[in-house]
């Protein structure tokens, strides 16, 4: 099926920094929440493995597998109509050598539907970033608190904060730069590096928790409407309390179901909707 004329391209990422236009990104999950972001007008969707903590409940991304990427991007590409769709590498897709990046990043454009994919880290991966982008296959890096690192980074802080981490920082972003990554993700890294970053390179870099100055800013879905309350980053804005309303839905329901308030007397299935559920 050809894309719609007004599908979000990578050079349109690119022309937004030169323009000075600030990148909107939202994590995405699943196709109904794919359609109501896209529709809004959200520049990118991540299919973050963050969905090994907020949808399939684990406590990092670190068990996160391809299959279950490749699924949700799958249902994600289903919902996005306009919006560019990234995917996140899992843990172990890319670590072990180019080959099995190519093999691994090709699913997720092939068989989930993806326009590009991420992966976290910068020198160590620098060749698998060239080989992806040499093929054709386009990369987001993603530095700073690198989740799939939790366990050597001894936990999520912010990296960056010493003279030693910030000149790493600057150089794995030149690196991934130079290696073809289309643009790159600062998460947590001190506001002052990730501007010094964001002025020095071409591509766009995407800010979490990394302050204003990046090229744009992406936030989990679920951590953004409130539906995620077991724990908040303190950089995280929410923009609606959804849990609180879920809650309350839900128990006005049982208590109209209890009550036989619902269904009400008469109403029937005399007509469904034609489009099946
Ligand atoms: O997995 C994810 O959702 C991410 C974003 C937080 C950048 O990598």
Do not use: W
């Not at 970033?129 to 001894?154: C, F, K, Y």
């Not at 029937?268 to 034609?274: E, I, Q, R």
């Amino acid at each position: 099926m050809p894309h719609p004329p007004n599908r979000v391209r990578i050079p349109d990422l690119i022309r937004k920094k030169t323009l000075g236009e600030k990148i909107a990104i939202l994590t995405a999950y699943d196709a109904t929440m794919a359609r109501l972001l896209d529709r809004a007008g959200i520049d990118v969707l991540l299919v973050g493995d963050s969905l090994g903590t907020v949808i399939l409940g684990h406590e990092t991304t670190v068990p996160v597998t391809l299959e279950a990427m490749i699924h949700h991007t799958r249902a994600v590409a289903h919902g996005a109509s306009r919006a560019l769709v990234v995917s996140d590498l899992p843990f172990l897709t890319y670590q072990v050598n180019v080959e099995e990046t190519v093999r691994n990043a090709g699913r997720l454009i092939q068989e989930g539907g993806a326009a590009a994919v991420k992966l976290e880290g910068g020198e160590p991966v620098a060749d698998r970033v060239h080989r992806l982008s040499e093929i054709g296959i386009a990369v987001m890096g993603h530095l700073g608190l690198t989740p799939q690192s939790v366990h050597r980074l001894g936990g999520y802080r912010v990296v960056g904060k010493t003279q030693e981490e910030a000149e790493r920082l600057y150089r794995d972003a030149r690196i991934l730069e130079q290696a073809g990554a289309f643009s790159v993700v600062l998460e947590c890294v001190p506001p002052d590096v990730a501007a010094a970053i964001t002025a020095e390179l071409k591509i766009p870099t995407i800010g979490i928790g990394a302050g204003p100055d990046c090229d744009g800013q992406v936030l989990v879905s679920y951590d953004a409407f409130g539906l995620f309350d077991e724990f908040q980053p303190s950089f995280v804005k929410r923009y609606a309390n959804l849990a609180e309303q879920v809650s309350e839905a839900t128990r006005q329901y049982i208590d109209d179901v209890r009550q036989g308030r619902f269904p009400a007397a008469g109403q029937g299935v005399d007509a469904v909707s034609d489009k099946a559920r």
